[in-house]
């Protein structure tokens, strides 16, 4: 493995963190209903970053609602239901 390779995964790994995903990479999830979720999830949570960039400086959650949203949102059934959505767009 080249050093820019190296260089560049451990770049990736710690924009990673624990969260799973990562623009420009992959996303990771426990089963491919999970990644696709999290997939759509990410383009549209870009979307509308970029949209209210337009208008200003956007309103950033803080850590304590991070949490709670996650908490409340980061559930298979969820998860489920978009993979439904767009399954029905076919």
């Not at 190296?6 to 710690?14: H, I, W």
């Not at 999970?34 to 956007?58: H, S, W």
Request: proline residues 3%; negative net charge.
């Amino acid at each position: 493995m080249s050093v820019t390779t190296r260089l560049m995964g451990e770049k990736v790994a710690a924009t990673l963190g624990n969260s799973p995903a990562v623009l420009h990479g992959a996303v990771v999830g426990s089963d491919i209903v999970e990644c696709f979720a999290l997939a759509a999830y990410l383009e549209e949570n870009a979307y509308r970053q970029y949209m209210a960039m337009q208008i200003g400086a956007p309103y950033v959650f803080s850590e304590a609602e991070q949490q709670a949203f996650q908490e409340r949102l980061w559930t298979p059934n969820l998860f489920r239901k978009t993979w439904d959505h767009y399954r029905s767009k076919l």
